[in-house]
């Protein structure tokens, strides 16, 4: 079956800090990749997605490139700021029989200290 | 109204109890979802409707029962709960059901059973 493994949090981090949290996946087939993020009391926010190999995506200063060879999708950033502090998804949504569902890692805490 | 919205956002029930959790999407999705988030454990799909059709039951005990009217509307009836069955319970909803569809979620309802 499909699965997402992230790294393992908390993550702590000083302002002006670059951030990288690991994704890696198993899928059938091609799947598309996507980031969300959790604020605190609030429903999870797309971040960025990719849809197919090599293909970057990017919002708000944050990227991740849909690596195939590697089954990854790494989330970085190269200055995070407080207001980034949450908890990030890496998520996949594959086609056939599973009809596009998205199966999620475990989900990791980012803090960014000022 | 924009986006998803859900009511109530918090909910205390009794394990005898019968309630019902309501989800609006305002953005002319077809698609709609319930999933369970509870701590320490990756997200739960739990059910999923396409074009107001129930196309997907995660193996979801019978205490929960899911409603689609139309393909705004989504509710979650809940009844004889346990208190395992606390969590935070999300609603999502996209253009269509397939990979590479992106989901837009609600802020969720926090849910505690006594």
């Known amino acids: 079956g499909n699965s997402v493994t992230q790294m393992e949090g908390p993550v702590t981090l000083s302002e002006e800090a670059f951030l990288t949290i690991n994704c890696t996946y198993t899928?059938?087939?091609?799947?598309?990749l996507f980031w969300y993020v959790q604020y605190p009391g609030e429903g999870l926010q797309l971040l960025l997605k990719?849809?197919?190999?090599?293909d970057k995506g990017s919002n708000k200063g944050f990227e991740a490139t849909y690596r195939k060879e590697t089954t990854s999708f790494h989330l970085e950033k190269g200055s995070v700021q407080v207001s980034d502090s949450a908890v990030y998804f890496c998520?996949?949504?594959?086609?056939?029989?599973?009809?596009?569902?998205?199966?999620f890692g475990q989900g990791t805490i980012l803090t960014v200290h000022p | 109204e924009t986006g998803v919205t859900q009511t109530p956002r918090h909910l205390v029930m009794g394990m005898t109890n019968k309630k019902s959790l309501k989800c609006e999407q305002h953005?002319?999705?077809?698609?709609m979802y319930w999933y369970k988030q509870s701590a320490k454990k990756p997200l739960e799909l739990m059910f999923v409707?396409?074009?107001?059709?129930?196309?997907e039951n995660n193996s979801v005990p019978s205490r929960f029962s899911p409603e689609c009217p139309n393909s705004s509307h989504l509710f979650l009836h809940l009844h004889t709960l346990q208190p395992e069955d606390s969590a935070l319970y999300l609603c999502?909803?996209?253009?269509?059901?397939?990979?590479?569809?992106?989901?837009?979620f609600g802020p969720g309802t926090r849910l505690t059973v006594t």
């Open positions: 998520a996949l949504s594959a086609g056939g029989t599973s009809y596009g569902k998205l199966t």
């Open positions: 953005l002319g999705h077809n698609a």
């Open positions: 899928a059938t087939g091609y799947p598309s």
């Open positions: 990719a849809t197919k190999a090599d």
């Open positions: 999502a909803s996209s253009l269509f059901q397939g990979a590479g569809y992106e989901q837009y």
């Open positions: 409707y396409s074009l107001e059709e129930r196309v």
